[in-house]
């Protein structure tokens, strides 16, 4: 089984908490705080693993915190490559207020990188081999807009498939290349990426054309309370949302990416994966803070799933116009 190389370029150590209530000016004790190594690709490895898969985590790491994300990382079951840098990794701070169930995050924008110091990642792809790379997350300051386009052909080149989720210039880079197999937007990414607001119906037409022109052979849009919706060349298959108790909204996104990717290493059908990801996306905001989704939840909630669709006959394919 080929490994699944997950990308971390600007990556966190995510610190969450517990407080009664949040307070201008007053000292706040916080408790059950908890320390997770986090970013895009490494919450996606992190799925992986917990699913039983095979990540690859290639991430940049400098300064003292980056010694106590490498720590975590080594902890971890995944392959490690890291690539050294200058700054220091950021630490994000998240706090959930008790009294209200409301979420404050607090994410630095992370250390300024160099050309140079990237330079050795785009090497390592050219000789590295993976059936799927997954490059998730913000780019770190610095580092070219084009930094997800010029991986994406590097990779697709060399025979892998590319997952993306990111957002602003560097998405907008990499669908203006092509070639992604798989792009994950939630239904803001997406309004920023065309400068106005979508309905449901509008947004399932945007992705619809990133699909015929080529910027993606297929999108998963997450839509929040209303779901998420599959686009690609077979057409749109809208899924409900799967009803949780929600604990944090943190990770979500990953979790969705990491389980859907996890799934199609697996042999599954793009639907059925989509579905395993829809699964994986409600079980991560059941759980506190920091913690990603647990695999005995996913395969809960994706047995009801699956049920729900016999039942109802929910998930059918629909024919998308183009804008």
């Known amino acids: 089984m080929t490994p699944i190389l997950c990308i971390t370029l600007n990556p966190t150590l995510d610190l969450s908490?517990?407080?009664?209530?949040?307070?201008?000016?007053?000292?706040?004790?916080?408790?059950?705080?908890?320390?997770?190594?986090?970013?895009?690709?490494?919450n996606v490895a992190r799925v992986i693993t917990e699913l039983g898969g095979q990540a690859e985590a290639l991430v940049l790491s400098g300064g003292a915190s980056g010694i106590l994300l490498e720590e975590s990382l080594n902890r971890l079951a995944v392959g490690l490559h890291?690539?050294?840098?200058?700054?220091?990794?950021r630490i994000a701070f998240m706090v959930h207020e008790d009294t209200t169930n409301l979420e404050y995050r607090f994410v630095p924008e992370g250390p300024l990188v160099s050309e140079a110091e990237v330079a050795p990642i785009f090497d390592f792809l050219r000789t590295h081999r993976a059936d799927y790379v997954v490059a998730?997350?913000?780019?770190?300051?610095?580092?070219?807009?084009?930094?997800?386009?010029?991986?994406?052909?590097?990779?697709t080149d060399a025979g892998a498939r590319f997952v993306l989720d990111a957002s602003g210039e560097p998405l907008a880079a990499a669908l203006a290349e092509g070639g992604i197999f798989l792009f994950k937007p939630s239904l803001s990414e997406l309004e920023r990426l065309v400068g106005h607001s979508l309905d449901n119906e509008t947004a399932a037409k945007v992705c619809a054309d990133l699909v015929a022109r080529g910027a993606a052979r297929h999108v998963a849009l997450t839509l929040g309370e209303d779901g998420a919706m599959l686009v690609g060349p077979d057409g749109a298959l809208p899924l409900p949302a799967i009803k949780v108790p929600v604990r944090s909204a943190v990770g979500a996104g990953d979790s969705f990416v990491g389980a859907m990717v996890w799934a199609l290493s697996q042999g599954q059908e793009m639907a059925e994966a989509f579905r395993f990801g829809l699964a994986a996306g409600a079980a991560a905001v059941m759980t506190p803070g920091t913690e990603l989704c647990r695999k005995e939840d996913i395969l809960t909630l994706y047995a009801q799933a699956c049920a729900l669709r016999h039942e109802e006959k929910a998930g059918a394919w629909l024919q998308v116009a183009q804008r």
């Open 17 to 42: 908490n517990d407080v009664d209530r949040v307070m201008p000016t007053h000292k706040m004790r916080v408790r059950n705080q908890r320390q997770d190594v986090g970013g895009g690709g490494i």
């Open 82 to 89: 890291l690539f050294p840098i200058g700054g220091s990794v």
């Open 136 to 155: 998730s997350g913000s780019l770190p300051r610095g580092v070219a807009a084009d930094t997800y386009a010029r991986m994406a052909k590097l990779t």
